[in-house]
């Protein structure tokens, strides 16, 4: 089946720390993988994707690699900021006649300043 | 609409009561996703809605849970009988046809007491 398995939180960080959030995922075809984010009382936004191998998908300073041969996803950031506190959700989907994703276990992070 | 809206935003039921969630996805998008978010959990989906296929009901944790969508539009998820492990926060995210990006509402926080 599919699933995401991805780092146990919550993270501590402080300001301009890196930051680095790992997936891993289990997949039954070719998956397109994602990061979505949470931030304190908003709902889940799309942060970044990425649809095919060696793939780097980039938003708000944030990146992740899709990398087939360890089957990973993980998340980075070079300097966080107070701002990025949020529960990250790594996630794929497989197209099956319908685009459903299924999501890890989410990882809350808290920046300090 | 412009974004995916949730009703109500909070609600908070006796045990034993029947729920009525209430979901407006964005306008022209075909389909329609729900999910349950419990806390310190993640993202575990329930049902899904494309067009006028059959929805993908194989989340719907037990015969409590049921959910319609009205004229390719509105969706209702309804829970009867409800038990406090009913207790979560349950979203809804709609996507155009065959995409991959899905747009979040704000989630309805459901209180089972």
């Known amino acids: 089946g599919n699933s995401v398995t991805q780092m146990e939180g919550p993270v501590t960080l402080s300001e301009e720390a890196f930051l680095t959030i790992n997936c891993t995922y289990t997949?039954?075809?070719?998956?397109?993988l994602f990061w979505y984010v949470q931030y304190p009382g908003e709902g889940l936004q799309l942060l970044l994707k990425a649809t095919k191998a060696d793939d780097k998908g980039s938003n708000k300073g944030f990146e992740a690699t899709y990398r087939k041969e360890t089957t990973s996803f993980h998340l980075e950031k070079g300097s966080v900021q107070v701002s990025d506190s949020a529960v990250y959700f790594c996630?794929?989907?497989?197209?099956?006649?319908?685009?459903?994703?299924?999501f890890g276990q989410g990882t809350r992070l808290t920046i300090n300043p | 609409g412009a974004g995916v809206s949730q009703s109500p935003s909070n609600k908070v039921t006796e045990k034993g009561k029947d729920v009525e969630l209430r979901c407006d996805p964005i306008s022209g998008h075909t389909a329609l996703y729900w999910y349950r978010q419990s806390l310190g959990q993640g993202l575990e989906f329930l049902i899904y809605?494309?067009?006028?296929?059959?929805?993908?009901k194989s989340g719907l944790p037990s015969d409590r849970f049921s959910a319609e969508r009205t004229g390719g539009s509105v969706s209702t998820l309804t829970i009867q009988r409800t038990q406090q492990e009913d207790s979560a926060v349950y979203l809804c995210?709609?996507?155009?046809?065959?995409?991959?990006?899905?747009?979040f509402g704000s989630g309805t926080r459901l209180t089972v007491v």
């Open positions: 997949a039954t075809g070719y998956p397109s």
């Open positions: 995210a709609s996507s155009s046809f065959g995409g991959q990006v899905y747009t």
């Open positions: 809605f494309q067009g006028n296929s059959a929805p993908d």
């Open positions: 996630a794929l989907s497989v197209y099956h006649g319908a685009q459903k994703l299924v």
